[in-house]
């Protein structure tokens, strides 16, 4: 029994193998102090402690060196205990009793040395720094993922990623002292958290580092901006969306002045859209809005879109004639208006507003409106106004309707003959006094102002004051379009055609009022 413990204690001292035993092992890091237990079945409690068949530390030995003796010590128990953990400190050790003869190995223990992981370094290229630390990178761009860390004996890296869309997925693994790997064309998806996670194979240990990366992108279009009108029909909601970057970017809204002043209108946001409302008192004809996107990742850095405000227009027939039992439709177009005009129907110079009805018929939407009157009569003779509004102003196109009893009809007929002779009589004579204006004596004011202005325009504003009280700040009326028509008709007075007098009066009255309060259009 004795012999054999010796002879394997002694097998032991040459090869640093338990034959047949499971050899306890302890780990110890590097630096550190690690204690090797002695489970003492000895008599006399003295203990040997052998390495690799050198002894190291004995209970009643003398004294051995003294850089061994601060590096080994032994504990009243009989344990080993080494400071400064060393690579070269890794080894079978043994403890047993004093005389070689009656040793009695109680104890035989592997010791390694591990250290790590350390000094880990996690690198994602070429992202820039936000100033909390956090990473961000312009989607579609080729990014490498780079981490090192070190490790003894051995160690496994690995890159994951977390995300709120996605629970933890490992991207790359390995186990050198360093991982990359590279994704070529990042999209979104890998916005969240990146973590290298080194761990020592023997020790289980582990080191991490997480970096916050944002994935950033801007749309390739330009910001959409709309102009519509609000709830109350005089303020002017400006809206310009961009949507499609991330993260959010900032919308600069601002009027176009061609000269110095103060704009009235100069607002930022951060967002990706941005509504702004303005009312008559700030607009006017032919302004203009601009609305700037700005985004780090956009290209070019800064895109905008622009609005030109437009007044309404409304155009078409100043003059109409029916006769008595037909149906009658007025039309109007509206073009031109910026934000798009209400356009409604009005009648009598009390601008009544036109209620659809078997009566009248309006037909929406535009671009043109009209309004059939079912069959007429000669209370329907008059003025009807087609009105349009935006948040600029209100413009009318004023309409004269006459009414002419089917009685009259043949009369009507010659009447009408008589008129275009007229007109054609008064067109030669209009044009040759025309070649010869130079030999003509103009005395009159009236003609002087036809020569540089819209005669029809000026007519129809003088008219604002007197006939119209609307609530409203700008209120213009205007009949276009015709121009020639009228101006015929204005020179006819002499002519006693008993049909067409009633508009000469009307229309001869309005033009020669005198110009006060002119709107410019
Ligand atoms: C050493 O002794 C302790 C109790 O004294 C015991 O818990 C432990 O298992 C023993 N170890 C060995 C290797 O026998
Ligand atoms: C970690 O880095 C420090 C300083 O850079 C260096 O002194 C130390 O030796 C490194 N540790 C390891 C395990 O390489
Ligand atoms: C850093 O800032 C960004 C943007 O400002 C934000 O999304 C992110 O959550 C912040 N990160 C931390 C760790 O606070
Ligand atoms: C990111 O970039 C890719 C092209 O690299 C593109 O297909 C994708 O639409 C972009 N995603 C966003 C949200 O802009
Ligand atoms: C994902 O991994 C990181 C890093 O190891 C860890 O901090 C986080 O708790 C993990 N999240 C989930 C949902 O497992
Ligand atoms: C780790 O290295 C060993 C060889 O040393 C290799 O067989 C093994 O596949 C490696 N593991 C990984 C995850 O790369
Ligand atoms: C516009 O009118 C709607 C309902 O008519 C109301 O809900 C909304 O708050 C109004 N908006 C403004 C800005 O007054
Ligand atoms: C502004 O425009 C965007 C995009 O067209 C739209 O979704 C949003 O509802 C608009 N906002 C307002 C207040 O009109
Ligand atoms: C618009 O506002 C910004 C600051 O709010 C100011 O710096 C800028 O001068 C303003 N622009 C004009 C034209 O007044
Ligand atoms: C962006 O605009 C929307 C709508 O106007 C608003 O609800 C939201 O609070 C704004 N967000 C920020 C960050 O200002
Ligand atoms: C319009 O402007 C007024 C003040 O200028 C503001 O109180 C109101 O909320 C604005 N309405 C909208 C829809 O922006
Ligand atoms: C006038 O219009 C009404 C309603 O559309 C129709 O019933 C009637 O026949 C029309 N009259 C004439 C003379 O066209």
């Known amino acids: 029994?004795?012999?054999?413990?010796?002879?394997?204690?002694?097998?032991?001292?040459?090869?640093?193998?338990?034959?047949?035993?499971?050899?306890?092992?302890?780990?110890?890091?590097?630096?550190?102090?690690?204690?090797?237990?002695?489970?003492?079945?000895?008599?006399?409690?003295?203990?040997?402690?052998?390495?690799?068949?050198?002894?190291?530390?004995?209970?009643?030995?003398?004294?051995?060196?003294?850089?061994?003796?601060?590096?080994?010590?032994?504990?009243?128990?009989?344990?080993?205990?080494?400071?400064?953990?060393?690579?070269?400190?890794?080894?079978?050790?043994?403890?047993?009793?004093?005389?070689?003869?009656?040793?009695?190995?109680?104890?035989?223990?592997?010791?390694?040395?591990?250290?790590?992981?350390?000094?880990?370094?996690?690198?994602?290229?070429p992202a820039s720094v936000l100033p909390n630390g956090t990473l961000f990178i312009q989607n579609g761009s080729t990014v490498i993922f780079k981490c090192s860390s070190k490790s003894h004996p051995s160690q496994s890296l690995s890159w994951s990623f977390d995300s709120l869309a996605s629970d933890n997925t490992t991207l790359a693994s390995g186990n050198g002292s360093s991982l990359e790997f590279t994704i070529s064309k990042i999209q979104p998806s890998y916005q969240g958290t990146h973590s290298c996670i080194a761990q020592n194979t023997l020790s289980s240990s582990t080191a991490s580092q997480s970096t916050l990366l944002l994935v950033y992108y801007a749309p390739?279009?330009?910001?959409?901006?709309?102009c519509t009108t609000g709830n109350d029909s005089s303020v002017l909601l400006l809206n310009c969306s961009w949507d499609g970057a991330y993260p959010l970017p900032t919308l600069h809204w601002e009027e176009e002045l061609d000269t110095q002043g103060l704009p009235v209108l100069n607002i930022s946001e951060n967002?990706?859209?941005?509504?702004?409302?303005?009312?008559?008192?700030?607009?006017?004809?032919?302004?203009?809005?601009?609305?700037?996107?700005?985004?780090?990742?956009?290209?070019?850095?800064?895109?905008?879109c622009a609005v030109t405000l437009r007044a309404p227009y409304p155009q078409g027939d100043a003059m109409r004639t029916?006769?008595?039992?037909?149906?009658?439709?007025?039309?109007?177009?509206?073009?031109?208006?910026?934000p798009v005009a209400k356009t409604t129907w009005r009648k009598t110079i009390r601008q009544e507003e036109i209620i659809p009805s078997s009566k009248y018929i309006i037909s929406e939407p535009g671009p043109t409106f009209s309004l059939t009157i079912v069959n007429i009569?000669?209370?329907?003779?008059?003025?009807?106004?087609?009105?349009?509004?935006?948040?600029?102003?209100?413009?009318?196109?004023?309409?004269?309707?006459?009414?002419?009893?089917?009685?009259?009809?043949?009369?009507?007929?010659?009447?009408?003959?008589?008129?275009?002779?007229?007109?054609?009589?008064?067109?030669?004579?209009?044009?040759?006094?025309?070649r010869n204006r130079d030999r003509i004596c103009l005395g009159n004011v009236f003609g002087q102002t036809h020569e540089r202005?819209?005669?029809?325009?000026?007519?129809?504003?003088?008219?604002?004051?007197?006939?119209?009280e609307e609530p409203v700040s700008r209120i213009t009326t205007t009949a276009n379009g015709h121009t020639t028509s009228l101006v015929q008709i204005h020179r006819i007075p002499s002519s006693d055609h008993e049909d067409l007098g009633n508009t000469d009066t009307e229309a001869e009255a309005r033009t020669q009022t005198p110009e006060e309060g002119h709107v410019p259009l």
């Open 377 to 434: 009569s000669k209370q329907d003779e008059g003025v009807y106004f087609c009105r349009s509004e935006n948040p600029l102003l209100v413009r009318e196109l004023e309409v004269f309707l006459t009414v002419k009893s089917s009685a009259t009809y043949a009369g009507g007929i010659v009447g009408a003959f008589i008129a275009v002779l007229i007109i054609g009589v008064g067109i030669t004579v209009g044009i040759s006094a025309y």
């Open 220 to 226: 390739d279009r330009h910001p959409d901006c709309q």
């Open 1 to 125: 029994m004795e012999r054999s413990t010796f002879l394997k204690f002694f097998f032991l001292l040459l090869t640093g193998t338990a034959i047949g035993e499971t050899v306890d092992r302890i780990l110890g890091t590097l630096g550190d102090s690690a204690l090797l237990p002695c489970n003492t079945t000895a008599g006399n409690g003295m203990i040997q402690w052998l390495k690799d068949g050198k002894l190291v530390a004995s209970q009643h030995s003398a004294t051995p060196s003294p850089s061994e003796s601060e590096h080994f010590s032994l504990t009243d128990q009989g344990g080993l205990i080494i400071h400064g953990l060393l690579f070269s400190d890794e080894g079978i050790y043994l403890c047993g009793g004093p005389q070689l003869d009656s040793i009695v190995v109680t104890q035989s223990i592997e010791l390694r040395v591990v250290s790590g992981p350390a000094n880990l370094t996690a690198e994602i290229k």
């Open 322 to 338: 029916a006769f008595e039992g037909s149906n009658v439709t007025l039309t109007c177009t509206e073009v031109s208006s910026l």
């Open 453 to 468: 202005q819209n005669d029809i325009l000026n007519l129809v504003d003088s008219d604002e004051d007197e006939i119209f």
């Open 271 to 304: 967002n990706n859209t941005l509504v702004v409302n303005l009312s008559r008192p700030q607009l006017h004809e032919g302004q203009t809005f601009k609305c700037t996107g700005y985004h780090p990742m956009s290209d070019p850095k800064e895109k905008s």
